[in-house]
């Protein structure tokens, strides 16, 4: 065949898109993109980097500089990570621009413990790549909450909206395939810009 990989190995790739709701496939019709899915949409089935998300949103990405620094996490961090109050971690905040613009703002904490140095530590441009980097763990899965937001004049402050501005806050918790709890992440999307979209279906 053309591609060099087996028609059991098409099959199956076509199927797990399928399965995905990506495409749809037919009997006598073929298999046809589901165009309603593309572009501005991010299955939360998938872990998609909010990088590429604007990407498929039609704009040209960047990541301002990474900040970090080590304090107490906070106390729905905390919470989330099963750790004890006053626990040291790393707060690591991220601005990703949407062709210039403030879209995305992530607000990362990881217990320290799993760190190393504060000296060594190596940036990344997404919560995924700043874990792997630094040893801290692969991400398998997230458990995501999603919290409709008002803008006031302090929050979120980073993404320039006017007080009064509706905006997505996401809380999310960042498993391993063991299930251990390796970071909490805070992500306020200005979603003007940048829509979520949650595609539901019949299992």
Do not use: W
């Not at 909450?145 to 993404?159: F, G, K, N, S």
């Amino acid at each position: 065949m053309q591609l060099g990989v087996s028609r059991t190995t098409i099959r199956a790739a076509l199927q797990s898109l399928a399965d995905d709701g990506i495409v749809s496939r037919r009997r006598r019709h073929g298999t046809v993109v589901n165009r309603h899915v593309l572009r501005s949409s991010m299955g939360l089935n998938r872990l998609v980097s909010f990088r590429a998300l604007i990407e498929q949103s039609g704009h040209v990405p960047s990541v301002d500089p990474q900040v970090h620094r080590a304090q107490a996490a906070e106390e729905d961090a905390a919470e989330a990570l099963g750790l004890e109050p006053g626990t040291p971690c790393l707060i690591v905040k991220r601005l990703l621009r949407a062709g210039g613009d403030p879209v995305i703002h992530i607000t990362d904490t990881v217990a320290l413990d799993r760190l190393p140095a504060l000296g060594d530590i190596v940036d990344g441009d997404s919560t995924f790549d700043f874990l792997a980097a630094n040893g801290a763990g692969v991400v398998d899965h997230v458990r995501a909450e999603i919290v409709p937001r008002v803008a006031d004049r302090t929050q979120p402050r980073e993404l320039e909206v006017a007080p009064g501005t509706p905006y997505i806050e996401l809380r999310e918790t960042l498993f391993t395939r063991e299930h251990d709890r390796i970071a909490f992440s805070r992500i306020a999307v200005d979603d003007t810009l940048v829509r979520l979209s949650l595609v539901r279906r019949d299992l």
